[in-house]
Every structure is written in structure tokens, then in C-alpha cells.
């Protein structure tokens, strides 16, 4: 009779290391068709590019083989002994540096085969440096034709004022033919216009107007961008001139980007970047879902007319963003009458286009989400009382240098119009970074107005103690004529992000609203602001989260590109790959 297993027996029976392969040479992963393969390949790749960590991955190819695959050839310790376990290791240590595209196109001759056809792995595609662009030519070979995300990084670090401009010079501003940046741009562009047809993300930043410029020029000489649908356009000169864009010999722009043809464009970001703003100049500007507009000269701004036709023939806009910029002239300057959605420039004008009287607000009824900063007070009253918007649940604020309690006061009142409603009424989230108020009373209506804010960020040190103190109620209803400091405030706040606030106050707020049955679930602070040990671990076991960032962290900025990799990623694993290319990275999309 034989004995039956026990379950101790089939206890003992060890399973099977998945890290190694089976002892009998079969790898079902082996037998699987390279279509499903690639596949795999694919959402791992995916998994890792839209994840948001910060490590730096390398692309270590040392000790590569012909046939793809990485070797771990054993060595000797000083003592004479084996370091197989070191070398693995380290093998280790460099497989987890590696991206993922490139880790799996080392591991065998097949794999490599499948990663390097596969289209999809190789579609980021990031210029940053001095050439060669080999990188990028194979990164775009292997793409095909697959939709293309291509970032180009000509700026300059801040301690680096362009050493070959002569400050001294009197010409300093103008564009200079034998500048090798200008070279550079202009390569760069050359190799990005070749595959225009199949970009679907375009980011360009430069710390000069003249190498930005030479882009647009490209640009503006292509047929047209089928498949483009984000346009991030970032100049970072610093000026202090905000009334007249210094380079006038640029200013006018006699080509159209893309010729007009970008008819799947709905993201776009304009930064020290204008336009011929006119329907002419730029028809592309319509069916967007996100507009920021930042760091315009007066002068080259849009005009009213045209700031609201972009906006008209935008239904679907869900997010605009205004630093610095905005329609051109005072609100004195503006039009009386708009044309309407079916306007066209006055040359074209058949006077079949129905006038608007512009007491009437525009409906922006998709438009969910609005940052401003930069503006003042006035011309920010002038603008959004023109503007009326039901669907408004996020609101971002960075204003300063100037006293901002009117503005505060005049946008938590109905305007008398039918489809105008308070600003502040639906918002269920609130960021003030910047907000210059000294009358509390003021700030005591806004909250009142705040009774759905869900998500708060509040900069005190540059809003105002009050904001923070009218927070804190009292721990029990009040029976006191003046209930001002011990009403509770938003109600039904959730998360809270805080600069110039200490962790005891933090505490006293986060107790205060407890026990009066609103309690906060999530906190986050300056650490500048300083939290003592025990009010740090009060907090953590009183909140669902409770942690701390630095600087500006608390700005959580959606770009088509993240940056967490700026080191690069490196694939030089054959003799087509064999340079120096660490001036390309793959980015996350």
C-alpha cells in the first residue's frame, strides 16, 4: 500500500523560485505569441511611465551580450572567495535603474526582438543638451508611426545668463545667426517638423525669446499637425518689462503654426509665447478643453475680441489659466458690444453676425476649474464680471502687491444677471496662495459663501492670520450675540494644506472641528512651520493622513510631461545605440 501524503509532506515541498527558471528549461513565458508579448511589454511600461516617484533610472548596458541579454559573471573577493551574490546584486541594483522598456529589451534575443518592434515603448521622447541626436532618430525609428510625445528643453540654468550674449552689447536682443543655439533649435526642429503628421504632444521651453522664436518659425512653415492635441509653449526670460515685449523686430509673426491645421488640439499653454491672436492667426485656437495664458506684455496680448472669441469657440473648456495675461488694454478700452460665437475678423465681417451687449456675461458652463494670478484688482473685477460661471468647483488665486478686499467682497455677491452666480457658491476646492486682505469681515463673508469647499490650501503668510484663526471654532455652538470666532466655517471640509501654520495649531483646529462633528481627515504642512513630536504623532493618530512637504510641493501641477526622470534614460545596448545620449529621455505622458 503506499502511503498517502500527509499535509506536513506537502508542506515540505518547496515552490517553485520564481526569479530562476525552471530546472527542466521550460519558460511558459517563452510560449507566449509575440503579440501578447508586447502587449505585456506595453502596460508595464505604461505602469512605470504615469507612475509619479522620483527615482532616477539609468540605462546600465555594461556587460551586455550579442544577444541582448545581461551577463553576472562571477568574481573573487580579496579573500579568494566567490562574490556571485554581489554580482547579482549588483546586477539588481542596475535592472531597478533601468527603465522598463529598456530592461526588457535586455533579457534575451527574443524579447529584444519584440521590445524593439513594438512601437509604443519608444514614443517619449525628450531633447535636452548639446547634439548629437542619434538618440532621438532611432527612439523615432523605432516609434514607426506611432503617436509621438516630444519634449524640447533649451533653457538654461538660472546662474547661466547665456554666455554667448554680450550683455554689454547694444544689440544684445537681437537674434544672432551664428549663435550655435540658434543651430541647435533649428536641428532639433528639423528632425520634430519631419514627423509632425504623427505628434500628439508638442512641449517647448527656452530661456530665450530668439531660440523660441526660431521654433515657431519652423512650425509655421509645416502643413499642419493631424494628431496633435497638446501645445506647451514655455519662454522663461525673466523681464521686468510687463508693458512692451522687447524684441519688436519679432513681435509681428507673418507665418501661421501649422498652417491652421491642428484640428484635434485641445490643450494649450502660451508662456512669454504670443500669437497673431486673430481668427486668422490663429484658427487652431477653437474645441480647447485647457487655456493657460502667462507672462504677456500688455502689448501682445489678445484683444478682448479675441480673448472671447477663443473662449466662445471653446465649449468644452474645463480649465483656464490667467498669470499675467488676459485681454489686452484696460477694461475702460474694452468693446461694448461682442460679436457673437460666429464671428469672424472685421475684414470678413458681412454684418450677418448678431451683436451681444456686453452687460450680458459670457456663459462658460463647462468651465470647472480657474487659476488666476498677477492680475490687479480692477481689471480682475472688469473681467469676471463679464464672464458667468455655473460649473466653477476649483479655484486657484495667486495675487499680490496690492490690496485685493473689493475684489474679495464684490465676487461673493450675485451679479444681477440671470445666468451670473456668486464665484465662490459651488467651489469644492480652494487654493490661495497669495491673497492681500486686511478686512476680516470681508474674509468671514467669503467663508459663508464656502459651505461646499471640500479640499482648502492656504498660504497665511501671504493671505493673512485671519484666514487661518476663523477656521478654529469654538469647541461648542455659542449662545454669544457675536458668533463670528466660534461659528463653524466650512462645514464640510475634508483636507486642508497649510503654509505659516504650526502643528499646535494645527492641533487645536483639527480638535476644534472634531467636537463639532466636522472633523478633518486629511492634513498637510509647510515643514518650515515647525510640528512638535507629540503634536506630530496626535495628529497622525487623529487624521486619515498627516504629512508635510517642502516649498511649493502643495502645487500639484497635471503637465503632459513629468520630469521625475531628468537624468535620463539610456538604450545604447548595440552598435546602433553605441554614443553618448544622455541628453534624450523617454518621459512619462
Not at 499535509?7 to 503579440?35: A, H, K, Y
Not at 540658434?182 to 519631419?194: G, H
Request: aromatic share 8%; proline share 6%.
Amino acid at each position: 500500500m503506499i502511503p498517502s501524503a500527509t499535509n506536513n509532506d506537502s508542506q515540505n515541498v518547496p515552490e517553485p523560485n520564481p526569479f530562476f527558471p525552471p530546472e527542466n528549461g521550460r519558460s511558459i513565458v517563452n510560449e507566449l505569441p509575440s503579440e501578447l508579448l508586447s502587449h505585456i511589454f506595453t502596460l508595464g511600461w505604461a505602469s512605470e511611465r504615469d507612475q509619479s516617484d522620483e527615482d532616477d533610472f539609468d540605462d546600465v548596458d555594461e556587460g551586455d551580450s550579442e544577444d541582448g541579454s545581461t551577463s553576472s559573471a562571477s568574481s573573487l573577493s580579496d579573500d579568494g572567495r566567490s562574490s556571485t551574490r554581489s554580482a547579482l546584486e549588483d546586477e539588481d541594483r542596475r535592472a531597478r535603474k533601468q527603465s522598463f522598456n529598456v530592461l526588457v529589451s535586455h533579457v534575451c534575443r527574443r524579447w529584444r526582438a519584440v521590445a524593439v518592434d513594438s512601437s509604443l515603448l519608444w514614443t517619449h521622447i525628450r531633447f535636452e543638451g548639446p547634439p548629437p541626436w542619434e538618440r532621438a532618430l532611432i527612439y523615432v525609428d523605432r516609434a514607426k508611426t506611432a503617436p509621438l510625445s516630444i519634449s524640447i528643453d533649451r533653457t538654461v540654468d538660472d546662474d547661466d545668463d547665456g554666455s554667448h550674449f554680450d550683455d554689454d552689447s547694444e544689440d544684445e536682443d537681437e537674434p544672432k545667426d551664428n549663435d550655435p543655439d540658434l543651430v541647435i533649435i533649428t536641428e532639433i526642429m528639423d528632425i520634430v517638423v519631419a514627423h509632425i503628421d504623427h505628434i500628439q504632444v508638442l512641449e517647448i521651453m527656452a530661456s530665450f525669446y530668439t531660440h523660441m522664436h526660431r521654433a515657431l518659425v519652423k512650425l509655421g512653415a509645416t502643413p499642419g499637425a493631424p494628431l496633435l492635441e497638446v501645445l506647451q509653449l514655455y519662454h522663461y526670460e525673466d523681464t521686468d518689462e510687463h508693458d512692451s515685449f522687447k524684441l519688436q523686430e519679432l513681435r509681428d509673426q507673418p507665418f501661421v503654426l501649422f498652417s491652421g491645421n491642428a484640428p484635434r488640439l485641445t490643450h494649450v499653454a502660451l508662456w512669454g509665447v504670443h500669437l497673431d491672436w486673430s481668427k486668422r492667426g490663429a484658427p487652431f485656437l477653437t474645441g480647447l478643453y485647457d487655456l493657460e495664458l502667462a507672462y504677456h506684455a500688455r502689448d501682445v496680448r489678445p484683444s478682448f475680441k479675441d480673448f472671447t472669441r477663443v473662449l466662445r469657440a471653446s465649449p468644452h473648456l474645463h480649465t483656464l489659466t490667467l498669470s499675467l495675461s488676459g485681454p489686452a488694454g484696460v477694461p475702460g478700452e474694452w468693446p461694448s458690444v461682442n460679436v457673437s460665437a460666429g464671428d469672424d475678423d472685421d475684414d470678413d465681417d458681412d454684418g450677418s453676425a448678431m451683436l451681444v451687449d456686453s452687460s450680458a456675461p459670457l456663459v462658460l458652463s463647462r468651465l470647472q476649474s480657474l487659476m488666476l494670478a498677477y492680475l490687479e484688482p480692477n481689471y480682475l473685477l472688469a473681467l469676471l464680471s463679464r464672464l458667468s460661471l455655473p460649473a466653477l468647483t476649483e479655484l486657484g488665486l495667486d495675487l499680490e502687491d496690492d490690496d485685493y478686499t473689493d475684489f474679495l467682497a464684490r465676487r461673493g455677491i450675485p451679479i444681477p444677471a440671470p445666468t451670473a452666480a456668486p464665484l465662490l457658491s459651488n467651489l469644492t476646492a480652494l487654493r490661495i496662495a497669495s491673497l492681500p486682505c486686511g478686512h476680516e469681515g470681508v474674509v468671514l463673508d467669503a467663508y459663508k459663501q464656502l459651505d461646499k469647499l471640500v479640499a482648502f490650501t492656504l498660504n497665511v503668510l501671504y493671505a493673512g492670520p485671519h484666514w487661518f484663526a476663523l477656521l478654529v471654532p469654538s469647541p461648542s455652538p455659542s449662545t454669544s450675540a457675536n458668533t463670528n470666532q466660534n461659528e463653524l466655517y466650512l462645514p464640510r471640509l475634508e483636507s486642508l494644506t497649510t503654509t505659516g501654520v504650526d502643528g499646535a495649531q494645527l492641533r487645536e483646529l483639527v480638535e476644534a472641528r472634531a467636537a463639532r462633528g466636522a472633523p478633518l481627515k486629511e492634513v498637510r504642512m509647510n515643514q518650515d512651520d515647525g510640528v512638535e513630536e507629540d503634536d506630530e504623532a496626535w495628529l497622525k493618530g487623529h487624521l486619515d493622513r498627516f504629512d508635510t512637504f517642502e516649498g511649493s510641493d502643495e502645487e500639484e501641477v497635471v503637465d503632459a510631461f513629468d520630469d521625475d526622470d531628468e537624468d535620463g534614460w539610456e538604450d545604447a545596448d548595440d552598435e546602433d545605440d553605441d554614443f553618448d545620449g544622455e541628453h534624450l529621455v523617454v518621459l512619462p505622458f
